[in-house]
């Protein structure tokens, strides 16, 4: 099944259109929130405490059987149950077992224990008519769609993707994207019944940076800062939200070095710096780089690169030296 825009699965919900399983994904954890708050609304509200049940995924009580039972109990008040799987990455994006291949027929994943988990309850669920009478709904923060547990829940029902500001590009690698965070903010404050101006809006959505969390938090108390006017000004957001400095993109340092764009690296890590950003942090972000992307991509380039972060490393411990410093000539050297 293709996946479902966000605001369309609402609207659907809304006009009572409920699908009989969801499976909702992402880091945009405040819009998975809104989308489980509207399911839960569709049952009144004197109903809920027998008619919507939470389990979580590989605890006590949220296995794929405690899953599959709880989805196949009749409603004891009105026409529906909602059950709703928290966590369900443990089941839909599992630990692989060791030494197995990704051959679906031979899949097996595993909990947060390493026990294998036993899907085939929950399969078989999913595998029959979808239920009249339960909606059976999945919170995860990923997906793997190669899992043969994961193809059922997405044949069987609508998939919602909520992902944050961050997207990855045609190489693979995340980077903002301002368009769909000034979008996600305007749409929320809209909601609220609020508008905003345009350098109001890209001083909120600076002031973010990637972290979608924060972003949707600013919006909250920006709202009730401006409570009884219905327009927010560039002086509210300065007045109310802390900046981030001008940067948009923890990403941009790695990806410059890795275009060898010593200047553009520079310039976010200065940025990233001004804001109080930790040098360490940063180090440790760049020595991620190398060992996980660097090595697949300029396996040639590895060797030299660990040798430079090594000698960084040893002079930030060692108080060798001024540490912005230190971090730029990092920076200078692994971008040549």
Sequence with gaps: MPVVDATAAEKAIAAGALASVYVLFGDDT???EEIVGAIEATIDPADRPFAVERLYAGDAGGSPMDIAAAARVYPMLGD?????VLRAERLLKPKRAGNRTDDDDADEGRDDEGEALDAAPLEAFLREKPSPITTLVFVATEID????LTK????AGTVVECRGIVVKDDRGR???????AERLAQSALSKAGKAIDSDGLALLVDGAGTDVGKLHGDIDKLVLFTEGRPRI???????VVSSGGGVSDDWAVVNAISDRNAGAALKEAARRLDRGDSVHAMVGQIRWWVSSKLVLSRPERVRPALEVLLRTDLALKSSGGDERVLVE?????LAR
């Design 30 to 32: 405040r819009r998975i």
């Design 145 to 148: 769609r190669s899992r043969r």
């Design 152 to 155: 059922q829940a997405v044949a």
């Design 233 to 239: 000004a560039y002086a509210d957001v300065a007045e």
């Design 174 to 180: 995340p980077v903002f994207d301002r368009r769909l």
């Design 329 to 333: 000539r990092l920076i200078a050297e």
């Design 80 to 84: 529906r149950r909602i059950v709703i």
